[in-house]
């Protein structure tokens, strides 16, 4: 699992018009090419009067999946430009799609280029574009007589106390970066001399949006 990368957070739409020519940008966050496929079809299903539904997407961590269509407009000027953007950005598990509505007016090669490229790049970021972080959720058992100094070191180091659990013992369930998850587990059998039961429960992907920590 890659330690962070660059996606979308949710399905966005926009439009924009050029020489009156409608163009709508759908992004969505997928995982796999059967769910881009899937979307794809709904999406034709949904314009099937449009000229074109043009399309990208990168998926994997490696971007080992990608593909792209112009659905019919010149060769390179309408699912290049989409996948350039994605590429450049370095935007993963992405699929853009962009509906064009004729509008009586040839753009030309540039304007075609420039009006999809434009289409892909406000999708995304109005969904908006994030970083997924992979964290380490980790349960800190303890007994209560340690439970104001491990949470004292939990909150001031700058993880995450994800939940409190109270049975027999006090159980912290925390998130801390993965790449954070050892030397996490030192600090807190450090700070209990042995005596905490730590360990990981999963790894799982945050991003911050809008000053909140959100779960993948």
Same mark, same amino acid.
């Given at each position: 699992?890659?330690? %962070?990368?660059?996606?979308?957070? =949710?399905? @966005?739409?926009?439009?924009?018009?050029?020489?009156?020519? %409608?163009?709508?940008?759908?992004?969505?966050?997928?995982?796999?090419?059967?769910?881009?496929?899937?979307?794809?079809?709904?999406?034709?299903?949904?314009?099937?009067?449009?000229?074109?539904?043009?399309?990208?997407? #990168?998926?994997?961590?490696?971007? #080992? $999946? @990608?593909?792209?269509?112009?659905?019919?407009?010149? +060769?390179?000027?309408?699912?290049?430009?989409?996948?350039?953007?994605?590429?450049?950005?370095?935007?993963?598990?992405?699929?853009?799609?962009?509906? %064009?509505?004729?509008?009586?007016?040839?753009?030309?090669?540039?304007?075609?280029?420039?009006?999809?490229?434009?289409?892909?790049?406000?999708?995304?970021?109005? +969904?908006?574009?994030?970083?997924?972080?992979?964290?380490?959720?980790?349960?800190?058992?303890?007994?209560?007589?340690? #439970?104001?100094?491990? #949470?004292?070191?939990?909150?001031?180091?700058?993880?995450?106390?994800?939940?409190?659990?109270?049975?027999?013992?006090?159980? $912290?369930?925390?998130?801390?970066?993965?790449?954070?998850?050892?030397?996490?587990?030192?600090?807190?059998?450090?700070?209990?001399?042995?005596?905490?039961?730590? %360990?990981?429960?999963? =790894?799982?992907?945050?991003?911050?949006?809008?000053?909140?920590?959100?779960?993948?």
């Amino acid at each position: 699992m890659l330690e %962070r990368f660059t996606t979308i957070y =949710k399905h @966005a739409e926009i439009e924009i018009i050029e020489k009156k020519s %409608r163009f709508i940008g759908q992004a969505f966050p997928v995982e796999s090419e059967e769910e881009a496929l899937a979307i794809l079809a709904n999406v034709h299903k949904t314009h099937a009067k449009a000229v074109h539904n043009c399309f990208a997407w #990168q998926i994997g961590e490696a971007n #080992q $999946f @990608a593909r792209q269509s112009d659905d019919g407009e010149p +060769s390179g000027t309408a699912g290049m430009p989409i996948l350039d953007y994605l590429r450049k950005e370095g935007i993963k598990n992405t699929l853009v799609i962009v509906t %064009r509505y004729f509008g009586g007016t040839l753009l030309g090669t540039g304007g075609l280029v420039r009006a999809y490229g434009r289409a892909a790049k406000e999708a995304a970021e109005a +969904s908006p574009i994030i970083e997924k972080v992979l964290y380490a959720k980790m349960s800190i058992k303890c007994p209560y007589n340690l #439970q104001g100094k491990l #949470q004292y070191e939990i909150l001031h180091n700058g993880h995450v106390l994800h939940d409190t659990l109270f049975t027999d013992n006090v159980e $912290f369930v925390v998130l801390t970066e993965s790449v954070n998850e050892n030397s996490f587990a030192k600090a807190m059998a450090e700070a209990s001399s042995g005596i905490a039961d730590i %360990r990981l429960i999963n =790894k799982l992907y945050c991003a911050q949006i809008e000053g909140e920590l959100i779960i993948f």
